[in-house]
């Protein structure tokens, strides 16, 4: 486990809630970001990425326009805001990176693609 995510908790459907994934500076610095998700009796899957400079992200279809996506290069810390919470949205979250040069604006959706991972943080919504 390289990187530590958090913020996962309980939260009734419309709600919101805020996860944060710290890195090392080593990794931090040189990493694009993503979160992903598992759901029980699921596959994991794509949520969002943000780039290594911070000047681009990727979200999937379920969550465009709800989540958002942030870093912080002072805390080492990479944010996921999701807002207006449903029920399908419960899942363990996981962050992860993946090494990358500033000038490459490709970003991964693929989780073989990362090569740092979070222990994930249980993120649960109720009806």
């Known amino acids: 486990v390289q990187l530590q995510a958090s913020g996962g908790g309980l939260v009734q459907a419309g709600g919101s809630l805020r996860l944060a994934c710290v890195a090392p500076?080593?990794?931090?610095?040189?990493?694009?970001v993503g979160w992903f998700r598992q759901a029980p009796g699921k596959e994991r899957e794509f949520v969002g990425v943000?780039?290594?400079?911070?000047?681009?992200?990727d979200y999937a279809d379920s969550v465009k326009g709800r989540f958002t996506i942030s870093r912080n290069s002072a805390k080492n810390t990479v944010s996921l805001q999701m807002n207006s919470l449903q029920p399908e949205d419960t899942a363990v979250y996981y962050c992860?990176?993946?090494?990358?040069?500033?000038?490459?604006?490709?970003?991964?959706?693929?989780?073989?693609?990362?090569?740092?991972w979070g222990q994930g943080t249980l993120v649960t919504v109720s009806s």
């Open positions: 992860a990176g993946y090494n990358t040069i500033l000038t490459d604006t490709r970003l991964h959706r693929k989780g073989s693609d990362y090569t740092y």
């Open positions: 500076a080593r990794i931090f610095s040189r990493a694009a």
């Open positions: 943000i780039s290594r400079s911070g000047g681009s992200t």
